[in-house]
């Protein structure tokens, strides 16, 4: 069983739209979560920090259930350049080694 | 603030033959990693460096990869010798506690 596992997608969502990417996670050790983002060929780039008690930053929304060890990140309003890869990453506080899902692709059209 | 500098860019090589990938961290960041990307996957780390010493190289393919981080600043990446399997992006990053994590551009590779 793979560490981290995030559907790959792809999401295609008009503009607009509100879209939702869910990840879990294998190792109940994980103590820092996050939300990268990587455009086609670029590197991955922090997009936000996860907590316990949720965290929103504009139009994005993380979410973290340590019991179900799930983590979510709802888009809203989407816009053409929200178009990218979302990668679900853990670490633990200890090793500061993050440990990548696949990612899920979306893409906003028109 | 300059990023993670990494070179070159890319790189096309035949399989069997060395290959090695350069990466100069942020200023002041102890900790270094090398991770694989291959295409459609997310980020797989190689290696992680705490200064010049080496914290977790448990998924380095170590008959064909080698790093080194001499001085506990630059680091290089070894493939010697490269499969197919090996064309992927490789990333450097470099992190403090207190600054998160920041990665380089990359490296993409192409084994033929």
């Known amino acids: 069983r793979k560490e981290v596992e995030q559907d790959p997608g792809p999401f295609n969502v008009p503009e607009g739209a509100t879209v939702a990417f869910n990840c879990t996670y294998s190792n109940s050790a994980s103590q820092s979560f996050f939300w990268y983002r990587q455009d086609c060929r670029k590197e991955p780039k922090l997009l936000m920090s996860?907590?316990?008690s949720g965290n929103e930053d504009g139009r994005f929304t993380a979410q973290l259930n340590r019991a179900s060890q799930y983590i979510s990140l709802l888009i809203r309003d989407s816009k053409l350049s929200d178009s990218a890869t979302y990668l679900c990453?853990?670490?633990?506080?200890?090793?500061?080694?993050?440990?990548f899902g696949t990612g899920t692709r979306l893409q906003v059209f028109p | 603030e300059a990023g993670v500098a990494q070179s070159p860019r890319y790189k096309i090589i035949e399989k069997r033959q060395s290959v090695a990938f350069w990466c100069n961290p942020i200023s002041g960041h102890a900790t270094l990693y090398w991770y694989q990307q291959i295409l459609g996957q997310g980020p797989k780390l190689l290696i992680q460096f705490q200064n010049n010493g080496v914290v977790d190289d448990s998924q380095l393919p170590k008959d064909r990869f080698s790093a080194e981080r001499l001085k506990g600043v630059d680091s290089t990446l070894k493939i010697q010798p490269a499969k197919l399997e090996d064309s992927a992006v490789y990333l450097c990053a470099s992190s403090r506690r207190t600054d998160g994590y920041t990665f380089g551009s990359g490296t993409r590779l192409t084994v033929v």
């Open positions: 990453v853990v670490s633990n506080y200890n090793t500061d080694k993050l440990i």
């Open positions: 996860v907590y316990s």
